[in-house]
């Protein structure tokens, strides 16, 4: 496919240059009892740069995320949203209201939030 490119390895702080030219983000991780119990990193990193995400079903977790990323139970679903996110062009302020939706998932926030549990277990 004219449109497929296979980059090779690259470092981690490029990461961002190359998200910046993608159209749709893919979590197509398979359901199983380790993937049921995992948090995609992936997942909050494509939401912060506010691109669209098309993911399989892979975890309860996923459900937080419905109003801001595409989850399909099977692979015509899957496809069918890729699909929907190519034609809409992902209208509206979607990427802005994917980037809200993780600030609070930040890890400065959740610094400040077992700071402030570790300052409260603390009797002075």
Partial sequence: N???YFLGWKHYSEIALYLKYIDICLIPYVRNEFTNNISSIKLYEYLAMG???VSTSFSSELN???DVIAVADNKEQFSNNIYNYLN???AGNQPQKRIEFV????WVKRLEFLDQKIKESVSI
Avoid: H, R, T, Y
Wanted: proline residues 6%; aromatic residues 6%; positive net charge.
């Fill in 2 to 4: 004219k449109n497929i």
């Fill in 88 to 90: 809409n062009k992902d």
């Fill in 64 to 66: 937080k995320f419905k």
């Fill in 51 to 53: 691109k669209p995400v």
């Fill in 103 to 106: 600030l609070d998932d930040s």
